[in-house]
């Protein structure tokens, strides 16, 4: 059992469960704040300059209770949370795949400073499952070519700034096939474009990308 689980079970044993969303006792997340975590889909298109439109699938709307939701796995390595957001990428993969073929589940990697303190690549873990379920490899050729910055405090602009250019495929290896990208939440965009550019530029397509939640207001279809 790694050191990260073994921190789950400790911190599960010393604090009773409570809804990770309001912190009422009982289940981990209860029937009222479960309105705001209830899986459906949400579709979009996102594009910036001139590079290529890329669509993406959500299940969560972005609220208060899915930031808590996010927060609790990232941050707090709260297991019922991590499930939450594993079942809510899952669910919109298995909607992808009604539509495409998917021969690879790609993550999106998380800067170094987050991995340091946080003791894993969260969105790595989070596709375990889904590799899992769907018996779909998962590749993580992507890296940081350079230094960001958290992009929750920037707005539009300096996101798209902060992400320019800061993605590079690490393998040499050429991987043929379909790729679907992984995240957690999509706000502007932005992550999921340079992602999708450094693995095209690489010779991998993207036929698109799944996040747990998105944000408005970008434009959805249901």
Same mark, same amino acid.
């Given at each position: 059992?790694? =050191?990260?689980?073994?921190?789950?079970?400790?911190?599960?044993?010393?604090?009773? +469960?409570?809804?990770?969303?309001?912190?009422?006792?009982?289940?981990?997340?209860?029937?009222?704040?479960?309105?705001?975590? +209830?899986?459906?889909?949400?579709?979009?298109?996102?594009?910036?300059?001139?590079?290529?439109?890329?669509?993406?699938?959500?299940?969560?709307?972005?609220?208060?209770?899915?930031?808590?939701? !996010?927060?609790?796995?990232?941050?707090?390595?709260?297991?019922?949370?991590?499930?939450?957001?594993?079942?809510?990428?899952?669910?919109?993969?298995?909607?992808?795949?009604?539509?495409?073929?998917?021969?690879?589940?790609?993550? !999106?990697?998380?800067?170094?400073?987050?991995?340091?303190?946080?003791?894993?690549?969260?969105?790595?873990?989070?596709?375990?499952?889904?590799?899992?379920?769907?018996?779909?490899?998962? !590749?993580?050729?992507?890296?940081?070519?350079?230094?960001?910055?958290? =992009?929750?405090?920037?707005?539009?602009?300096?996101?798209?700034?902060?992400?320019?250019?800061?993605?590079?495929?690490?393998?040499? =290896?050429?991987?043929?096939?379909?790729?679907?990208?992984?995240?957690?939440?999509?706000?502007?965009?932005?992550?999921?474009?340079?992602?999708?550019?450094?693995?095209?530029?690489?010779?991998?397509?993207?036929?698109?990308?799944?996040?747990?939640?998105?944000? =408005?207001?970008?434009?959805?279809?249901?």
């Amino acid at each position: 059992m790694s =050191q990260v689980n073994l921190f789950k079970d400790f911190n599960e044993l010393l604090f009773p +469960n409570r809804c990770i969303a309001c912190g009422v006792l009982g289940i981990a997340i209860c029937s009222t704040c479960r309105i705001g975590w +209830n899986p459906h889909i949400f579709t979009t298109k996102i594009s910036h300059e001139k590079k290529p439109p890329l669509k993406v699938t959500s299940s969560i709307i972005y609220s208060t209770i899915a930031q808590k939701v !996010i927060l609790a796995a990232k941050e707090s390595h709260i297991r019922k949370a991590d499930e939450l957001v594993s079942g809510a990428i899952v669910h919109a993969i298995s909607h992808t795949l009604k539509e495409e073929w998917i021969d690879y589940l790609i993550p !999106i990697p998380s800067r170094s400073s987050a991995v340091r303190k946080r003791g894993r690549q969260f969105i790595e873990e989070m596709v375990e499952e889904s590799a899992n379920r769907f018996s779909i490899p998962v !590749i993580t050729p992507l890296s940081h070519s350079r230094s960001v910055r958290d =992009q929750s405090g920037l707005h539009h602009t300096q996101r798209w700034n902060n992400l320019d250019g800061a993605f590079v495929v690490k393998e040499s =290896q050429q991987f043929l096939g379909k790729a679907l990208l992984v995240d957690d939440l999509v706000t502007t965009g932005a992550t999921l474009i340079e992602a999708a550019r450094a693995l095209n530029h690489a010779g991998i397509e993207v036929i698109g990308a799944v996040t747990a939640a998105i944000a =408005q207001p970008l434009r959805l279809s249901r």
